[in-house]
């Protein structure tokens, strides 16, 4: 629920980009709406909540994040159901997942009311560029940074919160050809893996590009410390079908806790599915391909929703897994989240929130 007592201030833009955009080609996360919603942190008190014009922001060569890394974001999307109304998939768990990353980086915390209330007065003022079709949607990007003016190590004293949106198509266009990663670590037991924070995903740009350049599309992480445990797959978390039971790694302090992977979880079971969140191991997925016990492998994102993985990569050798029609969890499982998210099914769960 959002107090009425949060207050935005509005200034819209005078004429819409929406009227040269015509044939727009909609890429994941290249074109922008109209506004932005901006807040400040300072001495405690989030100020200055305001939606305005998209558009370009100065800071300090010596801002901390640029330096220090106080950086954090969240992921989540708006569709068009079919009666022209517009839900958001669970807002509430980014708000919690983004004030989880914001204790693990000493950042300050946004308070719900305040991030619900800025997604939805921002989606609202923009929702002429909710784009049609069934791949389709507004994708919303929350973001926090320290904005405090100094060099050394320590906690930044300010911080800025802003949300922008970009309509998108389909994150991924085909499925995917993963490498098991032995070599790099995305992130450590201890270390900032389950914080949504931009440096992890600076650490996987090289290991990304060379996997790129070996002909893969994605890699499946491993735990840093013996390669031996898969962790979660670039942008999204890992799950697989093995002997008939869903699969998937437990979360820890080096995996990042996905809202879509917990919403697939709670489906399944539901559904009556055997889940099992536990290690997943190198060798017991290579000797599953081997023997045809490994029925389906995908990733599960905000991004791709569910992004189907075609082939696995292992100590050098490409396994193939079975074919995608023949896929029958991840394909029902991707039906029912795209219609629950366009208010076809029942919302037994609480989790949509409309505009």
């Known amino acids: 629920m959002i107090s009425e007592k949060i207050d935005i201030k509005i200034t819209r833009v ?179 893996g389950s914080a949504k924070t931009s440096g992890n995903y600076a650490a996987s740009l090289l290991p990304a590009r060379e996997g790129f350049e070996a002909g893969y599309d994605q890699l499946l992480w491993t735990d840093a410390k013996t390669h031996a445990r898969i962790e979660e797959s670039g942008t999204m978390n890992a799950m697989f079908v093995l002997n008939g039971k869903i699969i998937t790694p437990k979360t820890s302090t080096s995996i990042l806790p996905g809202i879509t992977r917990d919403s697939i979880l709670t489906i399944a079971r539901d559904w009556g599915y055997e889940v099992e969140e536990r290690d997943v191991m190198v060798a017991e997925l290579k000797n599953g391909l081997e023997n045809g016990t490994l029925t389906e492998a995908f990733g599960v994102g905000t991004a791709a929703t569910i992004a189907h993985i075609s082939e696995i990569g292992i100590d050098g050798t490409d396994y193939k897994l079975p074919s995608i029609e023949s896929r029958e969890f991840s394909n029902k499982m991707a039906s029912y989240l795209n219609n629950l998210k366009r208010g076809r099914e029942n919302d037994t769960n609480n989790w949509l929130f409309k505009v």
């Open 14 to 192: 005078a004429t819409s980009k929406l009227d040269n955009a015509e044939g727009l080609e909609l890429q994941f996360g290249k074109i922008f709406t109209d506004h932005m919603f901006v807040a400040d942190y300072e001495n405690g008190q989030w100020t200055k909540l305001e939606i305005k014009p998209f558009q370009n922001i100065e800071m300090s060569p010596a801002t901390s994040f640029i330096h220090y890394g106080q950086s954090i974001f969240e992921g989540l999307k708006a569709h068009a159901t079919d009666d022209g109304e517009i839900l958001i998939f669970r807002p509430q768990a980014n708000s919690a997942r983004l004030n989880s990353s914001a204790r693990r980086l000493c950042m300050a915390e946004l308070p719900e009311e305040i991030f619900l209330s800025a997604i939805k007065t921002l989606v609202d003022v923009d929702r002429n560029w909710m784009p049609k079709g069934e791949e389709s949607s507004l994708y919303i990007r929350p973001f926090m940074f320290g904005t405090e003016e100094f060099l050394g190590v320590k906690p930044s004293g300010k911080y800025r919160f802003m949300v922008i949106l970009s309509p998108s198509g389909a994150y991924y266009s085909k499925p995917l050809r993963v490498k098991v990663e032995t070599h790099y670590a995305r992130a450590m037991e201890g270390g900032v």
